[in-house]
């Protein structure tokens, strides 16, 4: 009896193993790998910039209480447009020397504020009002998240159909009566050239009694949905 079951356990691994290699050869049979994309410009609906304040003294206590009450002025300006999101970034505090007799000379402090918002106008009249005090680092301008994910959901069926497209077209060039998808990636990227800014980022137009708009470009960017895989001929 155990001899039978033996041969019967062989048997079975045998169909198996003969089944699994002619399945595994039609799938390497006419595979084709197939490349897709689909393209577009998508104008910057996002504002980023961050500001800086640089202070230096003596007295590292007194430094530290400056540059907090100079954040809470911040932080209290940024309430007036509820539209605009402030963060603070990084705070360093560090020693200076004396150059000849390495003595401890004063300390000096930095901290920063980041701003976003898809609201150009009230983003760049916070960031004015800030100048009074905060230095500008840097400005540039992005897809928000939620329009990049629309496009992103549009650009796949279209890669997708492209895809199709390309195949069916394949199919036909090898007079094949149609085709099977094997497997499919769809992949998404992005790329954000640095818009041209029309005003200074160093400092902005400050008037006495009102604070002047930053005229500004925005700028495009583009966002491309790639699709590659692997079609079997029919």
Not at 12 to 31: D, H, K, M, P
Not at 180 to 202: G, W
């Amino acid at each position: 009896m155990r001899l039978l079951s033996l041969a019967a356990t062989l048997l079975a691994v045998g169909a198996a193993s003969t089944a699994f290699a002619q399945q595994n050869e039609s799938l390497n049979y006419n595979i084709v790998n197939v490349q897709a994309e689909a393209t577009r410009e998508v104008s910057n609906d996002q504002m980023h910039a961050v500001l800086y304040i640089e202070k230096s003294h003596k007295q590292p206590a007194e430094l530290a209480s400056q540059i907090n009450q100079l954040m809470s002025q911040a932080i209290a300006t940024a309430r007036k447009y509820p539209q605009v999101k402030v963060e603070t970034g990084s705070q360093t505090t560090y020693p200076i020397y004396d150059n000849d007799s390495r003595k401890l000379k004063e300390w000096r402090g930095r901290a920063e504020v980041r701003v976003q918002s898809t609201d150009f106008k009230a983003a760049s009249q916070l960031v004015s009002e800030l100048q009074q005090n905060f230095q500008t680092q840097s400005i540039n301008f992005s897809v928000s998240d939620a329009q990049r994910k629309k496009v992103e959901n549009e650009l796949m069926v279209e890669a997708s159909k492209n895809f199709q497209q390309r195949a069916q077209m394949l199919s036909q060039a090898w007079n094949k009566s149609g085709y099977n998808l094997v497997n499919l990636n769809l992949n998404t990227n992005s790329y954000f050239p640095q818009p041209v800014m029309r005003a200074s980022m160093a400092k902005f137009a400050v008037a006495e009694t009102a604070v002047a708009d930053q005229d500004m470009a925005a700028g495009e960017s583009k966002i491309t949905v790639n699709a590659n895989g692997t079609i079997q001929f029919k």
